[in-house]
């Protein structure tokens, strides 16, 4: 059985797109392409799939926000793009010991879930979506 989950962890490791870190970012879209942020939206407040609300303030969501992680309302005027990108795809590479999980990752997963051990918690585009809406927080709202 352990050799089974294994081979399943490898084979979806493999089948997430490849992301290459250069100092603290990931320059280019996971798929490709770039996110919408009115879907990033979405699913940055969805508290069931981007989960940012329980961990982080200035989503401008209903949802009540936690306070472990830092408030967001001007992440797009603090951080590129591709800095975010990497903050998503795995946080660890910039800070080993976050508490924020790695959003793109198969292995080392200890840190979500049950339902999300062993495959990505959000998808390559869901990821960009999130990004695309990320950066139009600037100075505590979102710009057109």
């Known amino acids: 059985m352990r050799r089974r989950a294994a081979t399943l962890v490898a084979l979806t490791q493999a089948a997430l797109a490849p992301v290459h870190v250069v100092g603290d970012a990931i320059p280019l879209p996971l798929d490709g392409r770039t996110g919408d942020a009115d879907r990033g939206r979405a699913v940055a407040l969805d508290t069931r799939k981007g989960l940012c609300p ?41 800070n080993p010991a976050t508490l924020m999980p790695s959003y793109y990752r198969i292995d080392g997963t200890e840190r979500v879930g049950g339902a999300w051990r062993d495959r990505p918690v959000l998808e390559a585009g869901e990821i960009e979506d999130v990004i695309a809406y990320l950066v139009t927080l600037k100075g505590g709202r979102a710009t057109p």
């Not at 005027?77 to 946080?91: F, I, M």
């Open 54 to 94: 329980l961990c982080h303030t200035g989503l401008g969501g209903s949802a009540p926000a936690g306070d472990l992680g830092p408030d967001l309302a001007d992440v797009g005027a603090r951080l590129s793009a591709a800095q975010l990108r990497l903050r998503l795809v795995d946080g660890r590479a910039l």
